[in-house]
Nanobody, 117 residues
Framework: QVQLVESGGELVQPGGSLRVSCAAS????????MAWYRQAPGKQRELVAA???????NYVDSVKGRFTISRRYNDNTVYLQMNSLEPEDTAVYYC???????????WGQGTQVTVSS
């Protein structure tokens, strides 16, 4: 079993920055991939950024150049640094993980990011 706990979501003004965190209950060395998804009201959940076991990353086009996904093994945490935030970035942000050799998908409970003046 894996628990993922997100934190860091808050209200921020357009153009501002925010970093959200996802703390895992086990070593992130055991994860094949980790990612951030988001879901805005009335919209489907979408992949925002992902990082593979080997460190390669990919982003949805709308956040390229503004968001950065990273990880820190010491405290089993994955981050999403968000810069130049726009109102369209308002959503609940979810952490996702896939364990090597495990068919299950693991999700966190989500953290609310609101971009508004």
């Amino acid at each position: 079993q894996v628990q993922l706990v997100e934190s860091g979501g808050e209200l921020v003004q357009p153009g501002g920055s925010l970093r959200v965190s996802c703390a895992a209950s086990r070593s992130i060395f055991s994860f094949n991939s980790m990612a951030w998804y988001r879901q805005a009201p009335g919209k489907q959940r979408e992949l925002v950024a992902a990082i593979s076991r080997g460190g390669s990353t990919n982003y949805v086009d709308s956040v390229k150049g503004r968001f950065t996904i990273s990880r820190r093994y010491n405290d089993n945490t994955v981050y999403l640094q968000m810069n130049s935030l726009e109102p369209e970035d308002t959503a609940v942000y979810y952490c996702y993980a896939k364990l090597t050799g495990d068919l299950r998908d693991y999700w966190g409970q989500g953290t609310q990011v609101t971009v508004s003046s």
